[in-house]
């Protein structure tokens, strides 16, 4: 072969290498922004699923020093950008006690609550109930009047379209009484809560609930899906100075971090206290970013309700720094 031959030959299969590099490229546009697109999608579907609630006990001061109507709950927290709704019983006694919880009123209550939630595109989640007596108590026989007492409210939660009723664990201040005490008391709403597919949760809330140890212990024996926490950023008062669970002046408390991550195993709602406010907006009390990390951390998704309990700024502005706090942090 001659070296023209040669170099004709070298010539076409240059072009023939090119041009499968250029069919190549144009079969396969792109490759390194496809990937990166399946990666940014994954990142997307792994952002967990955060939704922000309102307490209603932010606004108590409302209700009850400044004759706000609470069935303007649902408004509120609509206007204040907010998805879902966390009822409290007390505010509601009023009109409840006058007609001695009759199953009218309860029904009562249900429709009005349900006619505003739905009026606002609004999402029933939990109702926090108090004073219907102790259901730690160590006496069998008034333990079992107070679960009793909750039946309403589990009847009321399912029938507003609440997943939950949360309730406390006062009765006794003796974690060695206390504890079989709580188990039974849990079991037996638990079990009548079951069927209506309500879950009954607990939030540290005074006394031994707030030592996250002990009330974790708790709910590995009462051992039920539909009984689980409600991890509240405060109330970690372990010991007050009059031995009651929330008035006195406090003299001992339970860290705080530690607590929320034994209960959030068990959560079913959290609830995002906050008492005051720096000028960045940071919660001086609660370190918010590290405790949302172990709120994160532990695979909750759901909802987390604002629970503003401060004095220094109004209920509406330390409500609406609590919702923008958690964004940023969200974000």
């Not at 109930?129 to 259901?135: C, E």
Request: some cysteine.
């Amino acid at each position: 072969m001659n070296r023209s031959s040669l170099t004709q030959k070298s010539i076409v299969t240059l072009v023939l290498v090119a041009f499968l590099g250029f069919y190549s490229c144009k079969q396969n546009p792109k490759k390194e922004s496809a990937e990166e697109t399946t990666t940014e999608a994954v990142e997307v579907e792994t952002k967990p699923d955060i939704k922000l609630s309102l307490a209603q006990w932010s606004i108590h001061k409302m209700i009850f020093e400044e004759g706000e109507d609470p069935y303007t709950f649902a408004q509120k927290a609509s206007e204040w950008g907010f998805e879902g709704l966390e009822y409290v019983s007390a505010l509601y006694y009023k009109e409840l006690q006058a007609a001695n919880f009759s199953k009218e009123a309860m029904n009562s209550w249900v429709e009005k609550s349900k006619a505003e939630s739905e009026k606002y595109g609004m999402t029933n989640l939990l109702i926090m109930v108090d004073g219907q007596g102790d259901i730690a108590v160590p006496d069998d026989a008034k333990r079992k009047e107070a679960v009793e007492n909750h039946y309403k409210w589990v009847d009321a939660a399912a029938a507003l379209g609440c997943h939950s009723i949360r309730v406390n664990l006062n009765g006794s201040m003796d974690p060695e009484v206390w504890m079989p005490s709580s188990v039974d008391g849990l079991k037996q709403l638990a079990t009548y809560a079951k069927d209506k597919n309500v879950n009954i949760i607990v939030e540290n809330h005074g006394g031994p609930s707030s030592n996250g140890e002990m009330l974790a212990e708790v709910m590995e024996k009462v051992g039920m899906d539909n009984c689980g926490t409600l991890p509240d950023f405060g109330n970690f008062c372990i010991k007050r100075e009059a031995g009651d669970y929330y008035s006195s002046k406090c003299l001992e408390e339970y860290d705080r971090y530690k607590g929320v991550e034994e209960l959030m195993p068990y959560a079913k709602g959290v609830s995002a206290k906050s008492y005051s406010f720096d000028e960045e907006g940071n919660e001086t009390r609660v370190d918010y970013p590290r405790i949302m990390d172990i709120v994160l951390d532990s695979g909750y998704e759901g909802f987390v309700g604002v629970e503003y309990e401060g004095s220094e700024l109004s209920e509406e502005e330390g409500i609406l720094a609590t919702k923008e706090l958690l964004e940023r942090i969200l974000e």
